[in-house]
């Protein structure tokens, strides 16, 4: 199932929030020397990745494209 043009605006604007508070939890924590916001940074990062990979498919992912995004075969959407 294709994402309408809603959806896909949805999915980039979640993955430009999570990608700034990704951003910002890496800055907050080398700012202030601690390792956890570092982390969740990084956490955030990873998640954004995610919802700007659903956008760019304008699809849902599979749980396998999920797991292991370097070892996805190509789909006939």
Same mark, same amino acid.
């Given at each position: ?9 949805? &999915?980039? *604007? ?6 700034? !508070?990704?951003?910002?939890? *890496? ?7 601690? =390792? ?7 956490? !955030?990062? =990873?998640?954004?990745?995610? =919802? ?10 599979? =749980?396998?494209?999920? !797991? ?7 789909? &006939?959407?």
């Amino acid at each position: 199932m294709k994402f309408s043009a809603v959806d896909q605006t949805v &999915a980039t *604007i979640l993955g430009a929030i999570w990608l700034l !508070a990704g951003f910002a939890g *890496i800055v907050v924590g080398i700012m202030q020397a601690h =390792w956890q916001p570092i982390v969740l940074g990084s956490g !955030a990062l =990873w998640y954004a990745s995610l =919802w700007l990979r659903v956008a760019a498919r304008r699809r849902l992912l599979t =749980w396998s494209e999920l !797991a292991v995004p370097w070892r996805t075969r190509k789909r &006939a959407d």
